[in-house]
């Protein structure tokens, strides 16, 4: 069975690819492989963060394909994040495992965003991009030495509408947000959230979050790779890899997904997920074990009002 649909529409008409490369804990020299394999073979959906540090990298590989005529401006999907300092102890490994990872969002406050867009832009080398996020709903001074519990994320959302509005960007989402966060933000909203990307796959199905931006037309997106021995037995069934399997239950899910890999083999393979689809039954195998666990606690957010998973801390 073959799945035509590779695109969602989001609330305010842009079509966003359901599979996209995703970049996170991606080195500059790695990204421009990564980046180059991914567009050949078919992704038109790159998502990075400034936070990243490989904005640079993935905006000058862009624009070699595009000089080279590979590739054209208007057919891609460039998503990025408001600005934000990444330190890593131990880096992570693919399964999102760590024992030091801070994300230090420091451009929430509204007057920020719209420079922490340019400032990316200029890194990318581009005059708009095609989604941008808030990276976390949870503030940090510039100098990343205390918390900032005075911007809320109905504030930040106000600076990410300014930036929407004057073209900058063609949809505003949010990213590591809850239920509660999402309602909020929507209460004061001139511009509905487009997009929500957070941790989704098969072990943390976020049934409720999902319901919500279902009601509320907003479209979530997963970076996701799992294991099981269910999904072993579904890869075997349809002759694919247990990732290939994963990707294509959030997809059934109708839910966009962000694989990372700079395996240029694995980056293939987990784009080759259009060609088949998950039966109810497989979903319902998939679904038995009933493990629920979230992998990224995000220990840094730990205290501050906005924390997203406060009440899970609890537990």
Not at 27 to 39: D, L, N, R
Not at 88 to 114: A, I, K, Y
Not at 255 to 278: G, H, M, T, W, Y
């Amino acid at each position: 069975m073959v799945i035509e649909e590779r695109t969602i529409t989001l609330s305010n008409g842009v079509k966003m690819p359901m599979v996209g490369l995703g970049t996170w804990l991606t080195s500059p020299a790695e990204a421009k492989v990564a980046v180059k394999v991914a567009i050949e073979a078919g992704y038109r959906l790159i998502d990075t963060a400034a936070a990243y540090d490989n904005e640079g990298a993935i905006g000058e590989t862009i624009k070699e394909l595009i000089q080279a005529g590979k590739i054209n401006r208007g057919e891609l999907f460039i998503t990025t994040k408001v600005g934000s300092t990444l330190i890593c102890g131990n880096l992570m490994e693919f399964h999102w495992r760590t024992t030091s990872l801070q994300l230090w969002v420091s451009h929430l406050h509204p007057d920020d965003v719209e420079d922490a867009l340019r400032e990316s832009l200029g890194r990318l080398q581009m005059d708009y991009v095609d989604l941008y996020l808030a990276h976390a709903p949870t503030c940090f001074n510039h100098d990343v030495t205390a918390q900032n519990p005075s911007v809320k994320v109905q504030d930040t959302w106000r600076g990410l509408e300014s930036v929407y509005k004057k073209g900058l960007t063609k949809a505003i989402g949010v990213s590591n947000y809850n239920c509660e966060q999402i309602e909020r933000v929507l209460r004061k909203a001139t511009v509905p959230i487009h997009n929500c990307q957070v941790e989704l796959h098969l072990y943390w199905p976020q049934y409720e979050l999902h319901d919500v931006c279902k009601r509320k037309l907003v479209w979530p997106e997963a970076p996701n790779d799992l294991d099981d021995s269910n999904v072993k037995v579904l890869a075997t069934k349809y002759t694919k890899t247990p990732a290939q399997i994963l990707l294509r239950y959030l997809i059934d899910r109708n839910i966009a997904v962000l694989p990372k890999s700079v395996n240029p083999l694995r980056i293939v393979e987990n784009f080759q997920v259009f060609d088949f689809a998950l039966t109810m039954d497989d979903i319902r195998l998939l679904e038995s074990a009933g493990h629920h666990k979230r992998l990224f606690m995000a220990d840094f957010m730990e205290g501050h009002p906005e924390d997203p998973f406060a009440a899970e801390r609890k537990h």
